[in-house]
């Protein structure tokens, strides 16, 4: 290493025991004995200097010497408790090697960046402690650890790719789906419990129609069956998701095919505009449930229905295969509704291709665009109603019936 190197990881080395000892020298009450601010800073040069060394036998000498040192300091002080002071020293030693470390371009960078998330995180000991013991119920722990489950635990271990004949199912693509009805689920619980109800499940429509609006409009359903007192709360959270996928899949188009984009933005937006409409006008009657809503009705996470509103999209999704695979180039349209009813995106994304490769003119692309809504509402309103809350499949079917009119008359007038 060059003098501007060993500069630079010194000053690197300070920087980290000054953060961290001056954070213990705050939090530290008035007769507490503990390391301090000097102590600290000591630690990060002594680590520095094992780095920029590189001789192990002397960096582990160093840590075990330290470590000891720490042991004795903490048992001649009865008044403590907990080992954090101790844990920040050994962690202000591993960072102060880091940035000294040679070899490393972004070890310096890596060990202050650590340095303030360590800093930030030991100064937020009242509020982490808030947050777990009077925030967090042991319910909502629990289900947090099943959510995160399923996402990590589950889904890499299923197939990446298609079983059975010629692929058509697909288990990783199925259980997506139950992570984006559970994920809408979650998250949607927390924003209710922490904005209210009425923002907080306005907030989970928007987020959810961004992500999947299918996800959120099933997740939702279910939830408004879990608190039917909710009932018009859910309908617009729904009315939201189902706005949002509208400028979502023209942003997409944007993305990849300018010209689509372009002549499916008259019949996208107005659909849009519907949707926020019916979205506002249910709002307005809302004002009494927000005031009665219970937030604590339901748990955070059940994988159940998620489980049983999978399996029905794995039927659908099956089916769409199988008709993709026998319609043929014949049958676009009849393919493009199949698709849209299960994957929109995707289904838009193939028309976009096809449009491409000439092997479909503008309007016949933008018609099956709108056919492929048309399919994908039909399986949102069927999902919706398995929910088993009274009125909400026919609502909904009003509604898209609304949107899809709109938006056909629009492209009629453009095209």
Not at 32 to 45: M, N, S, T
Not at 326 to 341: F, H, N, Y
């Amino acid at each position: 290493m060059q003098a501007p190197d060993l500069v630079g990881s010194t000053a690197v080395a300070l920087l980290i025991g000054f953060l961290i000892g001056a954070e213990r020298e705050f939090s530290r009450a008035e007769a507490e004995r503990q390391p301090g601010v000097r102590d600290f800073i000591l630690i990060a040069l002594v680590g520095s200097l094992c780095g920029l060394l590189q001789n192990v036998w002397l960096a582990v000498t160093a840590l075990a010497a330290i470590a000891a040192l720490l042991a004795v300091f903490h048992y001649q002080s009865p008044e403590r408790s907990g080992i954090t002071t101790e844990m920040a020293a050994v962690a202000t030693f591993c960072l102060g090697y880091l940035a000294s470390a040679p070899g490393l371009s972004f070890g310096p960078t890596l060990a202050v960046g650590l340095t303030v998330a360590i800093t930030i995180l030991l100064e937020a000991k009242r509020a982490l402690h808030h947050f777990i013991r009077e925030t967090i119920t042991e319910q909502e722990f629990t289900d947090t650890l099943r959510f995160l489950a399923i996402i990590f635990i589950i889904y890499p271990v299923l197939p990446a790719g298609g079983v059975g004949p010629q692929g058509v199912f697909v288990p990783r693509q199925v259980w997506l789906f139950v992570i984006l009805v559970s994920s809408v689920s979650y998250v949607g619980y927390f924003l209710e419990k922490f904005l209210g109800p009425r923002a907080g499940l306005r907030l989970a429509g928007v987020l959810g129609g961004l992500a999947s609006s299918t996800a959120a409009t099933v997740s939702l359903a279910r939830s408004c069956a879990d608190e039917p007192e909710n009932r018009t709360l859910y309908w617009q959270a729904i009315l939201l998701a189902n706005g949002m996928q509208f400028p979502r899949l023209l942003a997409i188009l944007g993305a990849v095919n300018p010209p689509l984009a372009w002549a499916l933005a008259g019949p996208l937006l107005a659909m849009t505009a519907v949707a926020l409409a019916l979205a506002r006008l249910w709002g307005a009657s809302a004002v009494g449930e927000a005031q009665r809503a219970r937030v604590h009705l339901r748990n955070p996470f059940r994988l159940g229905p998620a489980l049983r509103f999978g399996a029905l999209f794995g039927l659908i999704t099956l089916l769409e295969r199988t008709a993709s695979a026998t319609a043929g180039s014949a049958g676009v349209m009849i393919v493009s509704a199949a698709g849209g009813s299960v994957d929109v995106d995707a289904a838009v994304l193939s028309l976009s291709d096809l449009l491409k490769a000439g092997g479909l003119p503008m309007p016949a692309t933008t018609l099956a665009t709108l056919i492929a809504l048309a399919g994908n509402a039909v399986v949102k309103t069927f999902l919706a109603t398995q929910s088993g809350v009274a009125g909400l499949g026919r609502r909904l079917a009003l509604s898209f019936l609304l949107m899809l009119a709109t938006g056909v008359l629009v492209w009629r007038l453009t095209s």
